[in-house]
């Protein structure tokens, strides 16, 4: 058997053990949970992102409406979340394609910036639609006492880790499978030179719209996902472009963007530093947390833009010269 392969399959043994080794219920549960989750999030804007090197700043749109979606379905027609979650991701896939009809021939900041307009248009309509959505109030998922996997409702979260640890194995199945495929090798022609990806026969355009209409569509199950772990979220939790957009770009950017390891390895160090300076320095002073944290992301990405899978190889490399 392939070296790689065992170490794979035994990093996936380690990462299921993981929740029994910690309170059922407790914080740290919570953060693994969310990583697995944040990880697969980052997954999903990296075949549009990595892959055509489109840079999304709106897709908290397609999360939001994954999780809006799936929780309007459970409580006005009583929809079990595992056909809202086939539902939040035809809503946000329908949402990639709009998007992308107007937007995909336009390039680096001008797409970055028409994304970001389009994050933000979805979470005032959010605010401002409170007959469906709640408005800033907010709405609650349903609480069934006994819903169990029928209504993917538990009593522990460890069912909820290994459902986004699930979540993020399928999406990186997707994405090595697109990275692979034609998609994937247009898609890389069009991130390097878009002319000369039109002159080989490439319809760009198609191809961007239908990397991001995937890449929309995993986000919104993300977001079903999110809301059915949470219980409750609100137009600027879920729309949220620092903690959603910005956040998962920054996971792909600091683990390697365009890779398949890279979101796994940017959740894995982001997320954790980030709960421990906010445990460790937010009570030093108002916003310290949040400048320790931004100083160490510029650190890294000076010393290696290409993330932290691309400073591993370099630093093996140079051990074994």
């Not at 035809?90 to 994304?115: C, D, I, N």
């Not at 307009?117 to 979805?122: K, L, R």
């Amino acid at each position: 058997m392939n070296r790689t392969l065992v170490y794979l399959v035994l990093a996936l043994v380690g990462v299921c053990i993981l929740p029994w080794l910690v309170s059922e219920n407790g914080y740290v549960l919570r953060v693994m949970t969310l990583l697995m989750l944040f990880a697969a999030m980052a997954q999903s804007w990296n075949i549009v992102g990595g892959l055509a090197n489109q840079i999304s700043l709106g897709h908290a749109a397609f999360f939001g409406l994954g999780a809006y979606t799936s929780t309007i379905l459970l409580i006005r027609v009583g929809l079990s979340p595992w056909l809202g979650l086939m539902a939040g991701m035809a809503v946000a896939a329908a949402a990639g394609a709009l998007l992308s009809l107007p937007t995909m021939r336009l390039k680096g900041h001008y797409f970055a910036l028409a994304t970001l307009a389009f994050g933000e248009v979805m979470r005032t309509m959010g605010n401002s639609w409170s007959s469906v959505t709640g408005g800033p109030a907010g709405i609650s998922v349903p609480l069934v006492p006994d819903g169990g996997w029928a209504l993917m409702q538990f009593n522990s979260s460890r069912p909820y880790f290994y459902i986004m640890l699930a979540a993020l194995l399928v999406i990186t199945g997707i994405y090595w499978k697109i990275s692979t495929s034609r998609l994937g090798y247009e898609l890389r022609a069009v991130k390097a030179n878009v002319d000369s990806a039109e002159v080989i026969g490439i319809h760009t355009a198609r191809t961007k719209m239908l990397a991001a209409t995937i890449s929309a569509g995993l986000m919104g199950a993300c977001g079903v996902l999110y809301a059915q772990f949470n219980f409750f979220f609100d137009p600027d939790s879920v729309f949220s472009l620092v903690s959603v957009s910005v956040r998962i770009a920054l996971i792909c950017i600091i683990g390697g963007i365009g890779t398949v390891a890279g979101p796994i390895i940017g959740a894995c160090f982001l997320l954790p530093l980030e709960e421990l300076f906010n445990a460790t320095l937010s009570s030093a002073g108002a916003g310290l947390s949040q400048l320790a944290f931004g100083l160490i992301l510029i650190l890294i990405i000076l010393i290696e833009p290409r993330g932290l899978q691309a400073l591993y190889q370099r630093l093996v490399l140079r051990r074994s010269v």
